[in-house]
């Protein structure tokens, strides 16, 4: 009696469950649909970006026009425009007005790097030194003599270091690089080669501490692209991704991970000694103080050998050069007084300028690096001591009585420290 009085009562159930299946159905399909195309999209923007910032053809063609027509001259000019036998490999760039590469040239590695901007800019909030003029490689012009050439690296040198007494010096070696071909001779393409790279301040670092350790050493050049020495790993820690695995990783998550990724401790106590030696270098070195500006990891690399090496100095500038361009820019409040990430000076709220005295000094920058790098395994037997040399370290300032004193004092204890610990084991 039930069943003949619910005829469809049988048909209605599985009606039911096939539409609630249909819709089971569409939604997956729709959020795997979904997936695809912003997965998609993510990878699209990422891949314009890569192909914006790295452009390597177009700097080669830039570079190969101009030396073909004679206008400059390099040691590095034939082996990248006639016998290509200077390669450009991975790239590294993270802005597209510096171009940098690993790279290969008569099959020893190096680090390529090229300017691609052609405008000038001064403007304090992104790059310190003049990029390209709109009519590339125009100085020194034709006819212009050794004497008169060298009168002009001079006025540059005053501008950029101050009124150093043994500038002259520093001229007569600039003049040695820019003799590529070793004749004995600086001819026109040789000059405007030299004058484009001098307006870069990781080029002008590389020639003044071209016998230190810890600075890479200059291959070759070829108007204002340079070719240095190649550095295995390329950051202070962490491990490389292929980029489109990077997309999905958080950055909390990777700087975990990136911590993990680190040489044994004794190996990062030799990295850290070979980073307060380099701040050594820089600290009133021949041609007066240099001021780091971007103490970041990705900035720093080391050899097979976990000796410290530079990777990238381009943020590295002259302090009466950084003093002379900041002390008339105009201000609201501390924040607008940075250059790079880490040279900040303060907003004078009478004048609503910011001073020229920068306020945490090169060794402080590098403490604050290097403070969770080397605490992160520390024997227990020093943990206590190291961590209160650190904090010591970071504390310093630059206006602070006795300073340079106090300086060396910290840098030297910390230097002790590291090395008595190490001293007697393989890593050292």
Not at 35 to 47: D, N, P, R
Not at 263 to 282: H, M, T, Y
Not at 345 to 355: I, P, W
Request: with cysteine; net charge neutral; glycine share 6%.
């Amino acid at each position: 009696m039930a069943r003949s009085l619910c005829p469809g009562a049988w048909l209605r159930k599985p009606y039911y469950l096939q539409a609630r299946f249909s819709y089971v159905r569409m939604k997956y399909l729709f959020f795997s649909w979904l997936v695809v195309f912003v997965g998609s999209w993510i990878i699209y923007v990422q891949y314009s970006t890569y192909t914006e910032l790295c452009r390597g053809k177009d700097c080669k063609k830039i570079i190969c026009d101009k030396y073909k027509t004679g206008v400059i001259d390099g040691p590095a000019c034939n082996s990248l425009c006639v016998t290509e036998t200077l390669y450009f490999g991975k790239c590294l760039s993270t802005k597209p007005n510096n171009q940098m590469y690993l790279g290969i040239w008569d099959n020893l590695p190096g680090v390529v790097k090229c300017q691609m901007e052609q405008a000038l800019h001064l403007d304090f909030g992104t790059e310190l030194e003049p990029r390209k003029e709109i009519v590339l490689f125009d100085k020194p012009t034709r006819g212009t003599t050794v004497q008169k050439f060298k009168e002009m690296v001079y006025s540059l040198f005053k501008a950029k270091l101050g009124d150093q007494g043994n500038l002259s010096e520093l001229v007569n070696l600039i003049l040695t690089v820019a003799d590529g071909d070793k004749d004995g001779q600086v001819s026109l393409g040789e000059a405007k080669s030299a004058w484009a790279l001098l307006q870069l301040n990781e080029f002008l670092l590389m020639v003044i501490l071209q016998d230190k350790e810890h600075t890479p050493k200059l291959m070759g050049f070829c108007g204002d692209l340079y070719v240095m020495e190649s550095v295995e790993y390329t950051s202070l820690y962490g491990i490389s991704l292929p980029w489109v695995i990077e997309l999905f990783i958080p950055s909390g998550f990777r700087r975990s991970m990136d911590q993990l990724f680190t040489p044994s401790w004794p190996r990062k106590a030799k990295i850290a000694i070979g980073l307060l030696e380099f701040v050594e270098d820089v600290f009133h070195g021949p041609y007066g103080n240099f001021l780091m500006c971007d103490t970041s990891a990705k900035n720093l690399g080391y050899n097979d050998k976990y000796d410290l090496k530079m990777v990238d100095m381009k943020k590295i500038v002259p302090e009466t050069n950084l003093k002379e361009l900041i002390k008339d820019r105009h201000c609201e409040s501390d924040l607008d007084c940075v250059y790079g990430t880490d040279c900040r000076t303060s907003c004078d709220q009478s004048t609503m300028k910011c001073t020229s005295e920068v306020i945490q000094p090169n060794l402080a920058k590098a403490c604050q690096l290097l403070k969770d790098y080397l605490l992160r395994g520390a024997p227990s037997e020093i943990r206590e001591e190291l961590e209160k040399q650190l904090y010591s370290c970071i504390a310093l300032k630059v206006t602070a009585n006795q300073m340079e004193m106090e300086h060396s004092l910290i840098l030297n204890n910390l230097k002790t420290l590291l090395w008595k610990k190490i001293s007697y084991t393989n890593d050292s």
